[in-house]
Every structure is written in structure tokens, then in C-alpha cells.
């Protein structure tokens, strides 16, 4: 089970658990997803996107299963994470941008946390407080304490360690020396708070665009699914590619 997480809003957690979840069930994997964003249900939406697509225009397009919760409470997101792993091969679980009881639960539920962060020290700040001159990591800030949490509660309930991935989301092709400042400054936070920093993903449009088909980047050799395979996207499936063997889940995007 692979929870996307981060207190940080808008650093890519939905986008990427659609494109997980896609390219696992387009590899002919059972997938499950989970929203607990109650609020923007972005990843429900997308999905519901999917599915209007394919009654629209009868492409075969494999659509992940949302598991809905009914209420609100921890108890009940146990049981739904239960059948939810009795019936998929995966489970993913978005969160909000923000700590809330259930989001900090989906981290305890889940052994696989992954953690997109816009490539800007605004966003490092919630993992960790940076020396400014010298991008030192002075001490790990309120999500990694979170995470570190969420390891003792895994440790006392008897729970495999979690495994913690962290990608910088929207690389620009320029920002040349911020992107070298964040890349040590991450190197030295992977090794204090304990995760592994994994390969991440260019800016790119198309990610914006599909969302109103419910279409991804993996979808877009499916025969009837209307996308240009351009240079920009090629190179957006070979990030994706990277980023999704480094969480483990090698080949499940074929090559090209
Ligand atoms: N690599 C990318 N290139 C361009 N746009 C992107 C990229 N990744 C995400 N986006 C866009 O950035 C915005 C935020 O992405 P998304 O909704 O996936 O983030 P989130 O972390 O789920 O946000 P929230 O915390 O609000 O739930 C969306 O408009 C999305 O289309
Ligand atoms: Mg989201």
C-alpha cells in the first residue's frame, strides 16, 4: 500500500497517484484507490473523468477502484485499507496538503509513503530548516516529524518499517543553481530524517491538460486515445518511468 503525502498543498500528490495507479492497472495490475482528500477529491474526480471517457468514446482504458469512506473516522479507513488489500494488488492513498487525523492514519496504513515536493526551499521547509548560506540542515521540521511519528506508531503496533520516497516535482529546465542548492540540501536531509530521494519530474503542461479526460501519460498508446506522442511527453514517460522504479514497481511502464 503506497500513501502520497506531504503538508505542503499543491506539490503533486494527486497527479502522481493517478499516474501510479494507471500505469499499475494498464500493466494488468488490480489497483485501489483511496481519496482522503474529502474536500477537492481531485484523484476521485480524475478518475470519474476515466470513466466518463470511456463511456463516451468506448476506448478500453483499465480504471482504478475508488474505495469510498462513508464517515470520517480512523476505524472505518482500517477496515476500508483491509478490503481494500484483500481485493487489489495495490492500494494507494491520497492525502490533503494538510495534517489531518485520517491523512496522518493513511500514513500509519500504508508501508510505502511518497512525498513530491515542488523544487524550492518553501517546500524543503516542512522537511527540514536550511542554513541559508551554507544549505546546511539545521534540524528536521514539522513533516518529518510527522513521518518519524508515524515510524514509532508503525514499530508499536508491530508493523514493517516504512519505506519513504521523496521526488522534486516540476523541475523548471533552467533554475540551474537552485536545482543544485535543493539537490544537496535533500541529500543531507535523506540521510538525518531517513528517506530516499528518487528521480523527479520536469515541468510539464500536459499534466495540467489531461486531467479533464481522465486520461494519463501512460495511456497514450492505448489505440483510440487522441494524444500526440510528443518529445515532451516521451521524456515525461522516462521521468515517470525512473521515478516508479525507484519506489520499486520496476517496468510496470513499458519503454519508448
Ligand atoms: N510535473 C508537473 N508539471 C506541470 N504541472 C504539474 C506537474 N505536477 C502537477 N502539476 C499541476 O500542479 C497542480 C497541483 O498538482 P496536484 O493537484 O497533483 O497537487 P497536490 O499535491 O495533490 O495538491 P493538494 O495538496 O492541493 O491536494 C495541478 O494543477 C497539476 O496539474
Ligand atoms: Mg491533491
Given at each position: 500500500m503506497v500513501v502520497l503525502g506531504n503538508e505542503k498543498g499543491g506539490t503533486g500528490k494527486s497527479t502522481i497517484a493517478m499516474h501510479m495507479a494507471v500505469a499499475f492497472a494498464n500493466a494488468g495490475g488490480r489497483v485501489g484507490v483511496i481519496d482522503l482528500d474529502v474536500r477537492q477529491k481531485s484523484v476521485s474526480r480524475y478518475i470519474e473523468n476515466r470513466i466518463a471517457t470511456v463511456a463516451r468514446t468506448d476506448v478500453l482504458l483499465p480504471v482504478p477502484t475508488v474505495y469510498e469512506m462513508a464517515g470520517d473516522t480512523v476505524e472505518e479507513l482500517a477496515e476500508l485499507t483491509m478490503t481494500a488489500m484483500r481485493e487489489q494488488d495495490l492500494v494507494i492513498i491520497d492525502t490533503p496538503g494538510s495534517a489531518t487525523e485520517l491523512s496522518r492514519a493513511g500514513h500509519v496504513f500504508a508501508d510505502t509513503l511518497v512525498t513530491p515536493l515542488n523544487d524550492s526551499f518553501i517546500d524543503l521547509d516542512v522537511l527540514g530548516r536550511v542554513e541559508p548560506?551554507?544549505?546546511?540542515?539545521l534540524h528536521p521540521s514539522h513533516y518529518s516529524e510527522l513521518v518519524w511519528d508515524t515510524r514509532k506508531e508503525r514499530a508499536r503496533v508491530g508493523r514493517a518499517p516504512l519505506r519513504w520516497f521523496v521526488l522534486r516535482n516540476r523541475l523548471s529546465h533552467v533554475d540551474a543553481r537552485n536545482k543544485r542548492a535543493m539537490e544537496e540540501a535533500i541529500a543531507a536531509l535523506a540521510q538525518r530524517v531517513g528517506f530516499v530521494s528518487v528521480t523527479g519530474l520536469g515541468e510539464r503542461v500536459i499534466y495540467r491538460e489531461l486531467f479533464l479526460t481522465g486520461l494519463t501519460l501512460l495511456d497514450v498508446r492505448t489505440p483510440g486515445v487522441a494524444i500526440d506522442l510528443s518529445v515532451s511527453h516521451i521524456a515525461a514517460r522516462q521521468e515517470l518511468r525512473a521515478l516508479f522504479n525507484g519506489v520499486g514497481f520496476t517496468d510496470i511502464i513499458p519503454g519508448g
Open positions: 548560506e551554507t544549505h546546511k540542515v
